[in-house]
């Protein structure tokens, strides 16, 4: 503990150092920026697809300030929350019923790897005639993307759990339900966390897909708008916002989930 502190006075006294990884970091934005700005001004591509900065910052400034970005984005999000939801909540239920279940796992789970990475829009179709032209038919585009990866996610976290924590659940003689809140999601809660994560990405990219193939409103509709009309600058800062919003939904779930494990730690 002694030298604990020596070490901290020390870096106090020669002032704040910051992360070598955050330099790296910064470096690689400074990068891809300054190699934008220059294939934008060397002519090697047309400018309107490669438009410079200052025209991509100017288009971000009015989409900021557009209230339609914002009546998209919450019919966006609604999507995508539901999807999370229905496609998680199933995920969970499946996974923990493959990773219980030897016989259960041989027999299904390889049909979800082998379905897992298929590209989903193949099956937009089906969900148009089953859920309609609306909402419900991105939600669920939406919610079959997420499931994959949320089941698999899981199935792995429950062969993972200690069997001694079976046991004891065993010996309390523990309902199923029991079994899952007190002993299955706690054991294995980083594995549910990362595919949660992983499953939100996949179901905004589900989402987005279904968007700009068949929607008037939404995101990905802006942004297939944006390029029929080829306004670059407005497209790409779409897509910058899109990227930001995913980044901060990633760090929300992050945040929550540790916030419950520190409380659960207590």
């Known amino acids: 503990m002694a030298s ?3 070490l901290t006075s020390s870096e106090r006294a020669s002032g704040w150092r910051p992360d070598p ?13 300054v190699l934008w700005q220059v294939v934008a001004m ?8 490669v438009p410079q900065l200052p025209a991509i910052v100017a288009a971000l400034g009015r989409l900021l300030v557009n209230p339609e970005l914002y009546r998209n984005l919450w019919v966006t999000l609604y999507e995508t929350v539901l999807a999370l939801v229905f496609g998680g909540v199933a995920g969970l239920f499946v996974g923990i019923v493959l990773g219980g279940s030897r016989f259960f796992g ?22 148009i005639m089953w859920f309609g032209t609306g909402g419900g038919s991105k939600i669920a585009m939406g919610a079959f993307s997420c499931f994959f990866p949320v089941a698999l996610s899981v199935a792995v976290g429950m062969r993972a759990i200690p069997p001694i924590l079976m046991r004891v659940g065993q010996s309390f003689r523990a309902s199923p339900r029991q079994m899952v809140q007190k002993i299955y999601l706690p054991a294995m809660r980083e594995p549910v966390v990362n595919g ?14 279904a968007e700009t193939k068949l929607s008037n409103q939404g995101l990905g509709f802006l942004v297939i708008q944006n390029y029929q009309r080829f306004d670059m600058p407005a497209m790409y800062a779409l897509l910058i916002a899109i990227f930001v919003l995913s980044m901060g939904a990633n760090a929300a779930i992050t945040r929550l989930t540790s916030r419950s494990a520190a409380s659960g730690a207590r």
Not at 43 to 49: I, S
């Open 4 to 6: 604990t502190g020596v």
């Open 21 to 33: 990884v955050l330099w790296v970091r910064l470096a690689i934005i400074v990068g891809v920026l």
């Open 42 to 49: 060397s002519g090697l591509l047309y400018q309107d697809v």
């Open 106 to 127: 041989r027999a299904f789970e390889p049909y979800l790897y082998y379905l897992g990475p298929t590209p989903k829009i193949i099956f937009f179709p089906v969900m």
């Open 196 to 209: 949660l994560r992983l499953g939100f990405g996949i179901a905004l990219i589900g989402v987005l897909l």
